[in-house]
């Protein structure tokens, strides 16, 4: 089966241009973000809305053995993580590789920091 990498895909913005990438495959984040190096060390950094879980869409008793690796990909590249639960907020990196499965957190926003107000107001209200 032919596959192909999301930086093969999409190309980063270009300066002033706004590209947002929505990932959700089920408990796979971290390898298909192997494949989005150059997506994700862009200049202008593209704005992604992930679902990653630390415990759902898995078997009972199973977490996801890459959840904190998808986050520090994200965290190690320079973004901004925010929960989109009752509304779009900001969270701490600490909160976040906690894995927050417990509080409701697996919708994710991840942006540069100079983006983060511009994505809260764009949010859904609580």
């Not at 796979?28 to 704005?47: D, F, N, V, W």
């Not at 986050?71 to 639960?85: C, E, H, K, P």
């Amino acid at each position: 089966m032919p596959v192909a990498t999301l930086d093969t895909l999409v190309k980063p913005p270009d300066l002033g241009e706004t590209t947002l990438i929505l990932l959700d495959v089920e408990g796979h984040e971290y390898p298909a973000l192997t494949g989005a190096r150059r997506l994700l060390a862009a200049e202008t950094k593209p704005i992604w809305m992930v679902e990653v879980s630390s415990t759902a869409n898995l078997p009972l008793g199973v977490t996801n053995p890459h959840y904190t690796q998808t986050m520090q990909v994200f965290r190690d590249t320079g973004y901004n993580v925010l929960s989109t639960i009752g509304g779009v907020e900001e969270l701490e990196w600490t909160q976040a590789l906690r894995g927050m499965g417990n509080k409701g957190y697996e919708n994710f926003v991840f942006c540069d920091p100079s983006d983060v107000a511009r994505v809260t107001a764009a949010g859904p209200s609580s």
